[in-house]
């Protein structure tokens, strides 16, 4: 498999693994309303989209998500989605080498106490999705922490279940 193909593929799984996570907040009104969730959701979704603005070279906005009530979220997620799959459309496997240029390098450099590296276009399509993961892993155990069974999201299940693609709510088309 080509690494655009392992992406398309990562970009997949992470929007079913967000859609079916919404579902399970949806199922459970009361989750939804969770300041400690909402905030680990704006979050993660911000980051996936900070990272579209960057890669399509638009002014990013670090304070998009902070308002939003999860009816919001879930809009914003769906819509940043497509457009994920958009961008991925456009791109070649030559171009997956281009240097991003990161604006908050600096400042991560100054935290870290090293200059860190400039990453290429594809590594930052996989930090997104490792990004993601590790982000979805901690809304998982909040939701358990709020007595509700967290859904599995793992990659492989999503590739046991012969890899569906996003099935939103409705709740907020």
Partial sequence: MDTLTLLRELSGHTQW?????????????????????LGLLRHLHLVQKVFLDVWRNKTINPEETRSFDILELEGYVRGNHREFGEFLDTLTNGMLDAPVRLPWAELVSRNLGFEVAEPTLGETLIQVHAHSAYHRGQVNSRLRELGINPPMTDYIAWVWALKPPASWSGKTS
């Fill in 17 to 37: 693994a967000d859609a079916v996570v919404f579902s399970a907040i949806d199922a459970h009104p009361e989750a939804g309303k969770d300041e400690r969730l």
